[in-house]
């Protein structure tokens, strides 16, 4: 049974390109987040989504990043025209069910991360 | 919003010894997990806390949940180099974990 699968696990991107972010879900988890991790602090939510929906984006810049989880294929993370401040480790979890329910559904399991270098 | 401080930042411990790493939430938690992250690593789920007043023990790690369900606790006995990591606390309403700055521990041999 995979675990959560990003990738890759290693971008680097000059300033101006596009980041594009992939995440895969564990196999049966209908419900994808993606945090961000700045050096030496805790993870930051940006966004939450189920599949075809993005259920709350409170966490994400307004300018140039979006997130999708089509029917088929992974979650994309996408950062437009990247500047040095963007360089950090982006990390995504999945869970069965995103709403309070019984215990084992609480639990968001984390992907190995993407770690984003600007230059 | 909900906001969740750690304290300490940093513990340096002697091996064998024992620590405590605290969590602090602006509001009141439906639940609190908390992760360990090995350097370089993803975060990995430890455990989580429901009940008021909550107890849970895991080999030498016990965690505690406060009564108001507003801060938690990780104490580690007897602490061993495979301890090295940063302990998060997250805190949980809905669907959302806020996360602390985690406590980021280093062992002396």
């Known amino acids: 049974n995979a675990g959560v699968m990003q990738n890759p696990r290693h971008l680097v991107r000059r300033r101006g390109q596009e980041a594009r972010l992939r995440c895969s879900p564990m196999k049966g988890h209908s419900h994808v987040y993606w945090y961000r991790q700045l050096p030496e602090e805790g993870l930051k939510f940006m966004v939450y989504l189920q599949k075809e929906n993005i259920i709350d984006e409170s966490g994400m810049p307004k300018e140039r990043f979006s997130a999708e989880f089509p029917k088929e294929g992974p979650s994309i993370l996408r950062i437009q025209q990247v500047v040095r401040g963007d360089s950090a480790a982006y990390f995504c979890?999945?869970?069965?069910?995103?709403?309070?329910?019984?215990?084992?559904?609480?639990?968001?399991?984390f992907g190995a991360g993407t770690r984003l270098s600007v230059l | 919003g909900q906001q969740v401080m750690q304290i300490p930042q940093y513990q340096h411990v002697q091996e064998g010894e024992d620590f405590t790493t605290y969590c602090n939430s602006s509001t009141t938690l439906s639940n609190i997990q908390w992760y360990k992250q090995r350097p370089g690593g993803h975060p990995v789920f430890l455990i989580q806390l429901v009940k008021s007043g909550e107890v849970k023990k895991q080999k030498r790690l016990t965690f505690q949940f406060g009564e108001a369900k507003k801060n938690s606790s990780l104490h580690i006995t007897a602490t061993q180099t495979t301890d090295v990591g940063t302990y998060f606390c997250?805190?949980?309403?809905?669907?959302?974990?806020?996360f602390g700055a985690g406590t980021t521990v280093t062992v002396r041999a």
């Open positions: 997250a805190g949980k309403n809905d669907y959302k974990l806020s």
């Open positions: 979890a999945s869970s069965p069910s995103g709403t309070s329910g019984s215990w084992g559904k609480n639990i968001q399991y």
